[in-house]
């Protein structure tokens, strides 16, 4: 008979409940044991003992929820892993495309990344090559189609002329998932009439809090003037016009305005109590002077959880420090066939790059790469199996993967961002979001 070994993404607790408790994160299951079999466990995971409980179902139930595995097992799971995610990276049915227009935008928030980024318009000649980009990605099947900016809505004409062209030019090609991010202040009747032509799956808008603070930031470029009050009656507007369409309000965050998420989250609920309605928190990232890590102005990670998690517990958000199963990790800037294309033409494989020289890869009119090393560094050099903190880390089944730009920054450019799960600093919390997790189980 092989010898069995506790996983290293076996995790054992006591609940305030006084309950012995198991979770695998690589099952994503529980069990609650019994007060001999959790000391049992608890012991051998610290001396790395093979198990040795004469229960052959005992030891079956914690072979079937990867508790316990052969040795080299977890090893084997890591390449199982590793290829999920390679899939997905690779795969040639799919086409990405974010569309920025313009980079211009109405308003003048002093936070923007977009800040001191150039202005300009997608003219008719870019336009007009994007057919041809598109045609050239031979095994795609459909395409994912975001709008973005700049406000993207200061060039409804070109979006307009965008979408005519895919429609009558590209049969073959239909949009399987449409989608936009805007201030919302010019989602007017027009833009409403466009997208019933052109349905979109979701919009996201922002709100930076309350109305008060939300105006006093989001004022207009050449008036002053607030934002709030107009933004809310388009969404009155979108709700009830585009029924199909999901929308997404992010509330920015930072330390001065922690609370205000509380409060804003029941008005607009309230208001509109939509279920293709969500209202979610958006933490500002703030980088510091050297461009290397997270200013002390913005949320830490660890303060961002705990806020999280005592909103979910609220019942008002659905957050990701709940385990859950990925079978893939990865963004725009790590599947290879997603772009972000800006007005000039440029491509780039990463929002926060937009608009920078220096970060472009290639021009959708051209056949070859302007920065190829920065194209491998974002698909291939970004990935966890890079990093032995990943790879050895219990989390690793349950994590979305992390933010590849700021690895990048981390790994190249001798950035020092906290990329990892806040809880590997707090057992407490952990335990704390399991047992919620678990209680809240139907089937426990």
């Not at 076996?10 to 044991?33: D, H, M, P, Q, T």
């Not at 004409?157 to 936009?180: A, R, T």
């Not at 929002?351 to 698909?379: G, H, P, Q, T």
């Amino acid at each position: 008979m092989n010898d069995y070994y506790i996983s290293r993404y076996a995790y054992f607790f006591i609940s305030s409940k006084e309950e012995f408790l198991g979770y695998s994160s690589r099952s994503n299951a529980f069990l609650k044991l019994g007060c001999d079999l959790y000391a049992y466990l608890s012991e051998i995971q610290k001396t790395k003992s093979p198990f040795d409980w004469e229960d052959d179902n005992i030891l079956g139930l914690l072979k079937k929820y990867k508790f316990l595995v052969e040795e080299g097992g977890d090893d084997d799971f890591l390449l199982k892993h590793q290829f999920e995610q390679d899939t997905v990276t690779y795969h040639p049915i799919s086409l990405g495309l974010i569309i920025a227009p313009t980079l211009s935008c109405n308003f003048d928030c002093q936070y923007c990344f977009e800040t001191g980024k150039r202005a300009s318009r997608m003219e008719d000649g870019i336009i007009n090559q994007l057919v041809p980009f598109i045609k050239k990605h031979k095994y795609v099947q459909n395409l994912h189609l975001t709008w973005y900016g700049g406000e993207p809505l200061l060039c409804l004409d070109v979006i307009k002329k965008i979408l005519l062209k895919i429609s009558s030019e590209l049969p073959n090609y239909p949009i399987k998932y449409h989608s936009i991010v805007t201030n919302g202040y010019y989602f007017n009747q027009e833009v409403i009439d466009l997208f019933k032509e052109f349905p979109l799956n979701a919009i996201q808008i922002t709100l930076d809090g309350k109305k008060e603070r939300h105006d006093s930031i989001r004022k207009l470029k050449k008036t002053g003037q607030g934002s709030y009050d107009r933004i809310i009656s388009n969404i009155d507007n979108i709700l009830k016009e585009l029924p199909e369409t999901e929308v997404h309000i992010r509330v920015n965050i930072e330390k001065t305005n922690l609370r205000d998420f509380d409060e804003l989250y029941h008005e607009l609920t309230h208001r509109w109590n939509n279920k293709n309605l969500s209202v979610y928190p958006g933490f500002l990232r703030i980088d510091d002077e050297t461009g290397k890590a997270m200013s002390c102005d913005a949320i830490d990670r660890w303060q961002a959880m705990r806020l999280n998690f005592e909103w979910s517990k609220k019942g008002m958000v659905d957050t990701s420090i709940y385990p859950k199963r990925t079978t893939s990790m990865g963004c725009c800037a790590t599947v290879i066939n997603s772009y972000i294309i800006g007005p000039k033409g440029e491509i780039y494989k990463c929002w926060n790059d937009v608009s920078d020289d220096k970060r472009v890869i290639a021009y959708i009119n051209e056949d070859r790469f302007v920065n190829s090393k920065l194209f491998y560094r974002y698909v291939v050099g970004s990935k966890w199996y890079h990093n032995t903190e990943c790879i050895k880390c219990f989390f690793l089944p349950i994590c979305q993967g992390t933010c590849a730009y700021y690895r990048l920054k981390n790994r190249y450019e001798g950035g020092k961002y906290n990329l990892c799960q806040c809880l590997q600093r707090g057992p407490d919390l952990l335990n704390e979001c399991l047992e919620y997790w678990y209680e809240s189980r139907s089937d426990k």
